[in-house]
């Protein structure tokens, strides 16, 4: 059995499951799929790194051989912990990635399919590794008009994080990340990424955008031009702030 325990933290490891967290998990796990083939209450504790297995009748409490596991529920724990840690390990990639909603993310186009656009790019406020580098969906209704016919695989392009939710396809549990390029906020949230970055903190407020045209900002103080010109740059269209 402590072969299978091995096996079981080499499993957590891949999916960044702490090990008390995979303790935890083989011993609920391993109870219910036994409690389930004996048709009993089967209780299954980790102590030192060996199992303790233990059957509880209306006669009292009686520990039962761990060498004697039917291969059958060593299989079926083996899956549904494996289910059980990517499960965990889904929901901290969302916590990693929601901590980019409403901000700028530079990434590649690694596919397109059906008009849309298949994102990578690295999450810097990442914790887990498999969070580093994350995959986005920038739908054709978020992509601005006259930049569509352009769009192209291995084109690195700025693009707003617009939401990331949690859903489920086909019982797998996916992150689901969507970018825009026409966001009436992502001049804003762009410019003002740029002057953070040099410490220089202006409010601004979107007033108009006609995406790939030209933007109108509102700002509480002048916007030194270096940086509406960043902006520029990086959009290909006009940015009229005013003050």
């Not at 499951?17 to 980790?46: C, G, H, N, T, Y």
């Not at 707003?160 to 026409?182: A, D, F, K, Q, W």
């Amino acid at each position: 059995m402590n072969d299978l325990l091995n096996t079981f933290k080499e499993l957590g490891e891949k999916y960044e499951v702490p090990l008390p967290d995979v303790e935890d998990e083989v011993e609920r796990v391993f109870s219910e799929v036994l409690s389930e083939k004996l048709r009993a209450d089967i209780q299954v504790f980790l102590q030192n790194g060996s199992f303790q297995i233990y059957r509880f009748d209306p006669e009292g409490a009686f520990e039962l051989e761990s060498k004697k596991i039917p291969k059958s529920v060593i299989l079926e724990a083996k899956e549904r912990l494996e289910y059980r840690f990517n499960c965990l390990s889904t929901y901290k990639i969302y916590l990693d990635a929601k901590k980019l909603t409403k901000t700028v993310v530079v990434g590649v186009i690694r596919r397109i399919i059906n008009k849309d656009l298949c994102v990578e790019f690295k999450n810097e406020k990442a914790v887990m590794k498999k969070s580093q580098h994350l995959i986005g969906v920038c739908p054709y209704k978020h992509q601005t008009p006259k930049e569509r016919p352009l769009y192209r695989v291995g084109m690195v392009l700025p693009f707003l994080v617009t939401s990331v939710r949690g859903e489920m396809v086909h019982g797998t549990p996916r992150v689901i990340i969507t970018l825009s390029r026409n966001s009436i906020s992502f001049p804003v949230i762009l410019l003002k990424k740029f002057l953070e970055e040099d410490g220089i903190f202006i409010k601004l407020e979107p007033v108009r955008r006609i995406a790939g045209g030209y933007t109108i900002i509102k700002a509480s103080q002048k916007v030194p031009k270096e940086y509406i010109r960043k902006v520029f740059n990086l959009l290909k269209e006009g940015l009229i702030v005013r003050y």
